[in-house]
């Protein structure tokens, strides 16, 4: 699939997530909506690093050996009921204690036909801070980490922001869809905690995907006064 493609179908689904929020006062009405494939669940094995001190320059790239890395599952942190792996030496606690900001976790995900895929995601539930990449490529970030593209280091503390209860979600970068391959591929996450002394962190990644997008339109329709209904309408594929 070339990016162009991928990027019509972002677009597409985008719209069709926004339309899909609309609050009280408004009457929705969509018919033949795509259901997600959940890639990647909470739970889930993955590599991790703690960011005790910098990560190998190399960490997020597909080619890295991580074999000296711990295991554990997501969610990662302290603090919180959804601790699956705990990181109870991350908060600062003087004199014995000193802490660490970030943590570092991978994992591999196998992509069995990339022309299934016509729009991916990422969800997150964070607290505060994580930038996530693709094969080395920046994915996504959450707006605690700063502007895309500008590299963190292991001990940059995020902005502060609590976990919600479920996932928040976020597309896929122009540039992290060029790099999604057939096969393998490296999901690399970073998850920074606001201070030393926070009293939790949490780091727990979700990936989905769409494999009916790009055959759909969608329409809004406006009646008076006010209410908007979305309808979504199939299309015949030209693929």
């Not at 677009?11 to 997600?36: C, F, K, W």
Request: one cysteine or more.
């Amino acid at each position: 699939m070339t990016s162009l493609n991928r990027n019509s179908c972002l677009l597409a689904l985008a719209a069709l997530l926004y339309s899909l929020q609309l609050t009280a006062g408004n009457h929705l009405i969509a018919q033949d909506i795509p259901e997600a494939i959940l890639l990647i669940d909470e739970g889930e094995e993955y590599t991790y690093f703690k960011g005790t001190e910098p990560p190998p320059a190399d960490w997020n790239t597909l080619e890295f050996d991580d074999f000296d890395w711990e295991i554990g599952a997501s969610g990662f942190g302290y603090g919180d009921v959804d601790d699956n792996t705990l990181l109870d030496d991350m908060q600062q606690v003087l004199p014995d204690q000193p802490g660490y900001l970030s943590v570092y976790i991978r994992k591999f995900i196998n992509i069995d036909d990339l022309n299934a895929i016509n729009f991916i995601q990422l969800g997150m539930r964070y607290d505060d801070g994580f930038i996530a990449y693709l094969n080395g490529v920046e994915l996504a970030r959450s707006a605690s980490m700063g502007a895309a593209g500008i590299p963190a280091n292991f001990d940059t503390a995020a902005g502060d922001h609590e976990s919600p209860p479920t996932a928040e979600w976020f597309s896929f970068s122009a540039d992290a869809l060029d790099v999604l391959q057939d096969g393998e591929n490296i999901l690399a996450i970073e998850g920074h905690n606001t201070n030393l002394t926070s009293s939790d962190f949490t780091l727990i990644p979700y990936v989905r995907y769409y494999d009916n997008v790009c055959p759909y339109r969608i329409c809004l329709l406006y009646t008076s006064p006010s209410p908007r209904a979305a309808t979504l309408s199939r299309m015949p594929s030209t693929a």
